[in-house]
């Protein structure tokens, strides 16, 4: 469901297998020198297995109708799915949730003044695409959560309608209080755009796609080229998903059959304004008839018009309704039970459903997932007996909400708490670059991993391809040579906007979530041109990339299950925490010093003084100077952390010169079972500030940016949102939490440590 | 002529007269207390004279008709300034020289395949705009001094056409051999567009305005707003000024009836290829019919068309002819003798010509310098006595070369270095900012004159609303800190694109640029639509600017005339040359660290391996590391001028202690003799390097920039060439100038002593 965006997020792994940076008798983390000669072996039959042909028959099959959440295709694909499993001699079960899916009813946008127009809201068949001509199975263009509503206002642009340019605005003395405001996608997750924009006053909202973005700015338009042409428009959910995903009547808990539903009017997580999604043909003439100041620089788009702000003289008229239905969605559910800790559980997922046809959202990694698991299929009848229980999920009703996987996860949520080991999640995939991301305390064993997998198109490891292009991507001397002497890769953190939410999030499950990409664009994300045609043309045609992701995730999952101490790391992990530690006292120094000095040139006039008599501006508000904060409680913990993340990767070196077949195999389990509880430990039951459901402490997708991850977040957002005390208090908060995290490092390692004995 | 990059290029400078910064007792560099106070009384008369109608007035007379060199209304207009100075008392005459000066004779671009399209190249009436229908005297729209010539190739868009674009071409697999070029107008001086393309091969270069960098992307388009509409074109000279302006024919003498003139193929200065500049309604069918890769970011403009490069499929005619005459230009020059200095000459200039009616660019500011004329010649009925010899002077021909200027300061080339002591531009006139460009021993004048101007929007004074607008825009806390506490504005150096070129390039007479601007942008630059409806609509509509204009200048004049003391400062000046030297240390440190990067990452093999197979491109070339520079004659020059400015700065502060009024005349007149020469002592006979008539070592435009400034010109572009014996022996040479500076400082410092006893 969420959009990739490509390069900025990446972070990067890579090996020629060739000349093979980590050959076969190499160590692999977690494993005995003799185990991990048997696992190289496997993992070699493993990576033979997966095809590109059949990569791209099942993205045939898959998106070869639309297949959204309750229609016929999504269902007839889950059991396709099913049988596919069974066909590989998996063991294979649906599981199936009552959700509430609202589907279009009622869809109006016209402009009454100056001139009339009414919006297409339409996508047209594209001669040569076989499937844009499905149009009775294609749900209408629409924003899922919306609330109805019928308003007639004026319309203010507001570029990305993120908090910022609602400061801007308001400099400007544009206010939206009772006017539609029209916003282009990009920059923050759809639904924080209705919501922002409710909370300064508009009545309605439309988000539209500027050719800046992903149109004929970026590249040629669709047939010709991948980009999104004129009339093509962004499906997607508006759920205030930064409060809680999945159903919206049934937080917290699996939206079964007899599970306690809330009223729709209690649900918080439905907008608070009607939305509509538009495309920039449509989107021209409203944006062509504002007037009022010319738009900043920045909030430009590529239309052929002169950007103004508003408000008015256009005068728009949204209806939105909707058919809140509850609809059927089924989740596909393989268990491969593990053959020494069967209460060790693998989880690996990607989901099946679609807004229209998705070849590559989902089916692109779909059909990845699929290939994977008739590769362990294979390896299961050769002999392969993995250690751990691994259970592959097709989700369904991802786009929605993440509703597959956040209803299953709360349904099992028990089980999982006590048995979880990973989530390791895929969504769409692309040519180019391997990007992972997610818990720092996998980052070595991923990096382990990406250095096995050779890049099809440059026969280097997909780490060393990925490094080098972060050398070339550097934006500063001192980030280059870390990039050349750090052994490991750094990962970025999760946000949100796929379906490890819940399990990172919610439930504090270790998780990662990899594809490959940064070589093609495209614009036809989350429309009905995302489809086989699409894709066939303009990404992965080859699948070899399908392939090498088949590769890195399947070679993660068999370390994951197959490790005889699981391939757990805390000294990346120490790093990377002591990195946000030091973000967070300059995000608090820079805050300081930017509100001193706008309060400087307050006293000095310089607003004023600078002002063109001619255009409306007013001064920024004065704002009190932010107090020095006590991040001694953060520092400690970091240094405790960083401390015993040490000893135990000491005693772990110990443990490999001791010879780790040799180690107690009871005293290994213990240790085993720390390292299982080790992200449980970075969560608190009472969650985060305004949101009980995020758990973690560490990450979380931010308020106010819906995909993009805030790490410690209590404190960073209580930071940003200048609220002193709950800054300081959320500080020794998370202090606590990673002191917690410190002592369980420390008895893993004292376990280790009993385990040479 | 030359476009004015807003806010770029601004310095700026200010003081409430109600609440002035300085007072009418506070001292004027170069007077005693008690010439200070008469000063201070003549100024005040003067400020009262401008009237804002007036400046309506003249604009309204001089750009009623189109005015071109060589047309009827150009004559006219200048027989109309000569009776205008007449009339206020002043004793003027006009100077005619003969000038090749090619007018279009067949100007055609087609394309012929992959469609057929035949450009427009006219500019339509507009409604409500009266002058906007005078075709028949309007020059149509043509690039002057370009080659004729009759060519028929494929299109290769080169975004802006300077040297980086074309390395970037290469690295993209583009060549421009045999093809025609389209460049935008803008990051350069338009005539370096097709001297870059030649040099790389290309037969033909059409040069289009993008909508994005001064068209409906910026704001409204004319006549709704102030910005360039579809069919407007940016006429312009693209003569190679950088090797030497004025008439092509006679270089560095005046081009008198009986010059010696160059055969039209000994020219050096004209172009090597057919230009021919579009408008963007003429470039979109082009530009769209391109193919090949997609243009990098950065050189997209705001069309609503994928930027390709090319080459073609587009195939492209262009055919441009002129009529090589010989026409005669009319400069008309007033002459204020000088009453006690008649033999130091202050000298002040602006354009009368225009491309077409030219109320902005230059009638703007030409009506401020006839507005000024009329003052003094006022204050003479008054009784004033200036001291020394003022010279106003309106030129013709700046459009196409700086014609007018640089023929008459060639002609009067002995004259001028013997007497010249400033010289004082201006070219057009906006809303704003005070921008002061110049030499830096006129730095702390200008700054002086800025602070007993009055902004007429704000109430305080010019400097100081400048001064807080560069605390607005500074971009680090630290160039922040030093806008606050310097007690002059840094004003910067002068490049080329206007008058100052010959008196501050070729004869080195100490020279400033003035202008208001920064509050209203336009797209009406160089084409029909700069006339009074434009300019009364979007710009200084009610002349008050204009009249701050007069007055900022005018005090400026008036100062330099009437100083006792001539008022140069070298300390300002020795503050630049040091920083200067450093940028040049910086640049060539950041040369051999880029250099050393690239050949590393080479050797790793990063620009293949990160390379996208489906898109073509090559590596940059392997460079040789540059070797260390000896810059210590520079250091130890600058440091010699920084001493010997300290001793006449506080030699200077101790005559005012001793009384300025009681110094010896003769040794103050010795001394006045030195300061005359300052700037000329910053010259060389022979010139730069390649280019011979550029004979100040400090500033010149650069070679490839045409526009903007080169500082310390003869070591700076040797290393950016990566010449390397050339740019430490360039370091030499300017270092034994500023040597020779310091002496001559020095011997001001001890004539000034001298003159105590």
Request: one cysteine or more.
């Amino acid at each position: 469901m969420r959009r990739y965006v490509i390069g900025v997020l990446s972070i990067l792994l890579a090996i020629p297998i060739g000349a093979a940076e980590t050959g076969p008798s190499q160590p692999i983390l977690g494993f005995s020198d003799a185990a991990a000669r048997i696992e190289r072996e496997w993992e070699t039959k493993f990576q033979a297995i997966p095809k590109p042909d059949n990569l791209r028959e099942y993205m045939k099959r898959l998106s070869a109708r639309p297949h959204h959440v309750g229609s016929p295709y999504d269902k007839d694909n889950a059991e396709w799915i099913l049988a596919k499993f069974k066909d590989w001699g998996l063991d294979a079960h649906l599981e199936t949730f009552d959700v509430l899916f609202p589907t279009p009813k009622e869809r109006l946008v016209e402009m009454l003044e100056p001139t009339r127009f009414v919006a297409k809201l339409a996508e047209p068949t594209v001669p040569g695409d076989p499937t844009s001509s499905q149009h009775d199975e294609q749900l209408p263009t629409y924003n899922a959560y919306s609330l109805d509503g019928d308003v007639t206002a004026p319309l203010v642009y507001v570029n990305y309608g993120i908090p910022e340019d609602y400061e801007q605005l308001e400099r400007l003395g544009i206010s939206v209080k009772g006017a539609i405001v029209i916003a282009r996608y990009g920059s923050s997750w759809r639904g924080i755009k209705p919501k922002v924009a409710a909370e300064h006053g508009a009545v309605g909202c439309l988000i539209y796609s500027d050719p800046r973005d992903d149109g004929y700015f970026e590249g040629d338009v669709f047939p010709e080229g991948a980009w999104r042409p004129r009339d093509g428009a962004q499906r997607g959910s508006v759920m205030d998903m930064a409060l809680y995903p999945g159903d919206p009547l049934t937080p917290g808990v699996g939206a079964t059959k007899d599970a306690k539903r809330l009223e729709l009017k209690e649900v918080k997580t439905l907008t608070k304004i009607p939305v509509l999604p538009i495309s920039y043909g449509d989107a021209q003439p409203l944006l062509a008839a504002l007037q009022g100041p010319v738009a900043p620089e920045k909030w430009r788009g590529a239309l052929p018009i002169t950007y103004h702000l508003g408000r008015g003289p256009a005068k728009v008229h949204l209806r939105v309704k909707a058919n809140w239905d509850i609809k059927p969605i089924n989740d596909v559910i393989v268990r491969i039970p593990g053959a020494l800790y069967p209460d060790e559980w693998i989880v690996r997922g990607n989901h099946h459903d679609a807004w229209v046809n998705g070849a590559e959202d989902p089916v692109s990694a779909m059909a990845v997932e699929l290939e994977e698991a008739r590769a362990l299929g294979a390896l299961l009848q050769q002999g392969w007996r993995p250690k751990r229980t691994i259970i592959y999920c097709a989700w369904d009703g991802e786009e929605e909400g993440l509703l597959g996987s956040t209803e299953w996860a709360e349904a099992h949520a028990g089980e999982l708490a006590r048995h979880a080991v990973a989530y390791i999640n895929t969504d769409a995939n692309g040519r180019g670059f391997l990007s992972s991301s997610g818990s720092h305390t996998l980052e070595k064993l991923v990096n382990g991993v990406a250095k096995d997998v050779v890049d099809p198109e440059k026969n280097i490891s997909v780490w060393k391809r990925s490094q080098l292009h972060s050398i070339a991507d550097a934006d500063s001397p001192e980030k280059r040579e870390e990039v050349r002497k750090r052994a490991d890769w750094r990962i970025p953190a999760l946000g949100s906007g796929s379906d490890y939410t819940v399990f990172i999030d919610h439930l504090g499950v270790a998780s990662l979530n990899l594809y490959f990409g940064g070589e093609d664009g495209g614009g036809i994300y989350h429309s009905i041109y995302d489809d086989f045609y699409w894709y066939t043309h303009f990404s992965d045609r080859d699948f070899v990339y399908g392939r090498a992701l088949a590769q890195t995730v399947g070679l993660t999952v068999m370390r994951l299950a197959d490790a005889e101490l699981l391939p757990f790391d805390f000294t990346d992990f120490a790093d990377t925490v002591r990195k946000y530690a030091e973000e967070l006292k300059n995000l608090h120094k820079k805050e300081r010093e930017d509100i001193l000095e706008r309060n400087r040139q307050l006293d000095e006039d310089v607003f004023t003084a600078t002002a063109d008599p001619r255009k409306i501006s007013f001064p920024p508000p004065r704002e009190a100077v932010p107090p020095f904060l006590d991040f001694a409680p953060l520092d400690n913990a970091v240094e405790a952390v960083a401390l015993k993340a040490e000893k135990y990767s000491k005693t772990l070196d110990k443990a490999r010169d001791y010879g780790m077949d040799k180690l107690d195999s009871a005293a290994v389990q213990r240790v085993n079972a720390l390292l299982l509880e080790s992200e449980r430990k970075l969560t608190l039951p009472e969650g985060l500030p305004l949101r009980p459901w995020f758990k973690h402490q560490i990450y979380a997708p931010g308020l106010y940016t819906g995909y993009a991850v805030k790490t410690l977040p209590g404190a960073r957002e209580a930071i940003e949102q200048k609220k002193w005390p709950e800054a300081e208090s959320e500080i020794a908060r998370v202090a606590k939490v990673l002191e917690g995290e410190a002592q369980l490092i420390d008895s893993a390692a004292d376990e280790l440590g009993k385990a040479m004995r």
